[in-house]
């Protein structure tokens, strides 16, 4: 069983910055063989595409509305991929969710094969 686990969420201001980890705890289990994403649902949202990083090559790749201020990055020595925030905005309030897929990384919720469980990020004053 593939399991993925996020960490790192929690409440900050604007313009803070967060880094949240995915890690992969499972014996066997190696992150550096998938493409992994970030995606984020807000209440009374879709979950949406935030950014990934694809497996050998490392090519990512963000939402608009995150570029610039988002950057995503693998740790294959710590079997992690990592989401760094910064200049966060309340509109970046969400359960932030990895998911990873052994295929070709996509924008598509129904291109990834696992999920974690999610961790809370709140922007606010």
């Known amino acids: 069983q593939v399991q993925l686990v996020e960490s790192g969420g929690g409440l900050v201001q604007p313009g803070g910055s967060l880094r949240l980890s995915c890690h992969a705890p499972g014996v066997g289990f190696t992150l550096d063989n998938y493409g992994v994403a970030w995606f984020r649902q807000a209440p009374g949202e879709k979950r949406k595409f935030v950014a990934s990083?694809?497996?050998?090559?490392?090519?990512?790749y963000y939402a608009d509305s995150v570029k610039g201020r988002f950057t995503i990055s693998r740790d294959d020595a710590k079997n992690t991929v990592q989401l760094q925030m910064n200049n966060l905005k309340p509109e970046d309030t969400a359960t932030y969710y990895c998911?990873?897929?052994?295929?070709?990384?996509?924008?598509?919720?129904?291109?990834?094969?696992?999920w974690g469980q999610g961790t809370q990020v709140t922007v606010s004053s």
């Open positions: 990083v694809s497996r050998s090559a490392g090519s990512t």
């Open positions: 998911a990873a897929t052994t295929s070709i990384v996509s924008k598509l919720l129904d291109g990834y094969d696992y």
